[in-house]
């Protein structure tokens, strides 16, 4: 284990207590147990270390592994024989179906009109109220989602919002974002990337060489006075308003990008998260209380 200030190490486990309150409040809401946690906890802990010995071209034993987190080999030796019940359960790819055909559906040529409005689809050509069309459904689910059938990816589409008919056998994207139902193996799998994206930005932005802003872009912005319910409600509607225009900026110049080709090195994923948070009273009064955070003036937080 690498040799950290005491300070450091104090004020950084102060901040992982806070941080991970509304994991462990999800976590215990849906019968996950301190044990389990635990030892998803450790099994992070080695795969991590594997990765970081690995990466300095070294052999990632569990000797190795062990004398970086200061832990006793047979220990590591028992959390690399446990099953894998932490890795994601699911059979759906990374980025869900109704995703990937709405986002075609709003960037593909032939579903734009004249100024780029979107054009409403058939299901399927055939009809002759379809002809002239320039894309079907069908055709949009075959391009982006191949393999998933058609007629059951337009009917979620549609029971999500996402999707209505208009008539004449004729549908219309009303939405570009596509939120899958709370504790869905998609919007589990939607937490997992959009919590560890973000702490990964801030990891990043705390190493030595991100200082004097050469880190990661990340703002924040907090009501100067508390807002009543009323306005808080307004708020939410503005930003989604807002924030859905300035997202589909974002999403615009991305896909406006040529991919990158075979001469092209280390090419990267990358992209920025948008959410509006609600300030956890209790929790933020717990830490601002804590005398842990060394350095810091009680009015700082």
């Not at 409040?25 to 795969?47: C, H, M, P, W």
């Not at 919007?187 to 880190?215: Q, T, Y």
């Not at 924030?243 to 001469?263: E, H, V």
Request: glycine letters at 6%; charged letters at 25%.
């Amino acid at each position: 284990m690498f040799a950290v200030p005491q300070s450091v190490k104090s004020n950084l486990l102060a901040a992982f207590r806070h941080l991970l309150k509304p994991l462990v409040r999800l976590a215990i809401k849906n019968g996950v147990s301190v044990r389990e946690f635990s030892q998803a906890i450790k099994g992070t802990y080695v795969d991590v270390a594997k990765k970081q010995i690995t990466a300095a071209g070294d052999k990632a034993t569990r000797e190795a592994i062990a004398v970086m987190l200061n832990v006793d080999a047979n220990d590591i030796a028992d959390i690399l024989a446990a099953p894998a019940s932490a890795n994601f359960q699911y059979e759906e790819n990374q980025s869900s179906p109704v995703s990937r055909v709405l986002a075609g559906w709003f960037t593909d040529s032939r579903s734009s009109g004249p100024y780029g409005v979107l054009v409403d689809v058939p299901f399927e050509a055939g009809a002759e109220s379809t002809r002239g069309s320039p894309i079907t459904f069908t055709e949009l689910a075959s391009k982006y989602c191949p393999g998933t059938p058609a007629k059951e990816l337009l009917d979620e589409s549609i029971r999500t919002g996402c999707v209505v008919s208009v008539g004449s056998g004729f549908f219309r994207a009303i939405k570009r974002s596509y939120v899958p139902d709370p504790l869905s193996a998609v919007s589990i799998s939607h937490f997992a990337h959009v919590v560890h994206n973000i702490s990964e930005s801030f990891e990043i932005n705390l190493r030595a060489e991100s200082g004097g802003g050469k880190g990661l872009f990340e703002r924040t912005i907090i009501s100067d006075t508390r807002l009543t319910r009323e306005d808080l409600q307004a708020f939410d509607k503005y930003v989604r308003n807002r924030g859905q225009l300035f997202a589909d900026d974002i999403d615009n110049w991305l896909t406006s990008r040529t991919p990158p080709g075979p001469n092209d090195k280390d090419p990267v994923n990358t992209g920025i998260g948008l959410y509006h948070f609600v300030i956890n009273d209790e929790d933020d009064r717990e830490f601002a209380q804590i005398p842990k955070i060394e350095g810091m003036k009680k009015d700082e937080n």
